[in-house]
């Protein structure tokens, strides 16, 4: 089964609002990833968020990590028609191979003009 | 800097033809390589990763294999491909260090099986 799963499975927002994605997993994990896919194309790798850490920003990207709640949450400030693809969160678990990455289900995010 | 290519970018095949996909990495030595399927609107499945030549684990049993003859060469195969073998295919490599746990994706090979 799958270690995350993404939360909304889809979003449509205006340009210029924020885009909240969350993530929720099920086991302890070292750090937490999160990707962008634009339709057709690879994976890109946007932010990573380590364990200990509960922030984390990177331009108009802002990660959030509550390992208690075993969830993350992805924000898009400012949102433009580029920022439309689908994201994933990834896990690398904790135990495990290193970099054995686990993906969510993705959520789609449609940014209209 | 470190590129990851895949070829082909798209294939047709017909049910029970063989399959090859290869994927190459430049630019990095040692790294660990993972083949990933994608079905339509879903996530990514782990399907196989190496973390040295000849070393290969089998995340799902399938009929599909994976190789690595090369240190920056990562291969898909199967005998016979099934109609659930359709996917998007993804190549991703990874710094051999355990503390660089980024992925880099390939740009994927669009498989349709008939």
């Known amino acids: 089964s799958q270690q995350g799963e993404e939360d909304p499975q889809a979003l449509s927002i205006q340009e210029g609002e924020n885009a909240t994605m969350n993530c929720s997993y099920k086991?302890?994990?070292?750090?937490l990833q999160w990707y962008r896919q634009n339709s057709g194309r690879g994976l890109v790798h946007l932010i990573l968020?380590?364990?200990?850490?509960r922030e984390k920003h990177s331009g108009r990207l802002r990660v959030t990590l509550d390992t208690s709640k075993k969830s993350s949450s992805l924000l898009i400030t400012a949102s433009r028609a580029a920022d439309t693809a689908s994201y994933f969160c990834?896990?690398?678990?904790?135990?495990?191979?290193?970099?054995?990455?686990?993906f969510g289900t993705g959520t789609l995010l449609a940014v209209q003009p | 800097s470190q590129t990851i290519h895949q070829w082909p970018a798209t294939l047709v095949q017909p049910v029970g033809s063989p399959l090859s996909l290869e994927c190459t990495v430049e630019?990095?030595?040692?790294?660990?390589l993972y083949w990933y399927r994608q079905a339509a609107g879903r996530g990514l499945q782990l399907l196989f990763y190496?973390?040295?030549?000849?070393?290969i684990s089998s995340e799902v049993p399938q009929n599909l294999s994976a190789s690595r003859p090369q240190d920056r060469q990562f291969i898909l195969s199967s005998k016979k491909l099934l109609l659930s073998d359709s996917g998007f295919y993804l190549c991703?490599?990874?710094?051999?260090?355990?503390?660089?746990?980024?992925?880099?994706f390939g740009p994927g090979t669009r498989l349709t099986v008939l």
């Open positions: 630019g990095t030595s040692n790294p660990n």
């Open positions: 990834a896990t690398d678990r904790r135990g495990g191979a290193t970099n054995k990455l686990i």
């Open positions: 190496s973390v040295g030549i000849g070393q």
């Open positions: 968020i380590r364990s200990n850490e």
């Open positions: 991703a490599w990874s710094a051999g260090l355990p503390s660089t746990d980024t992925q880099y």
């Open positions: 086991t302890s994990i070292n750090n």
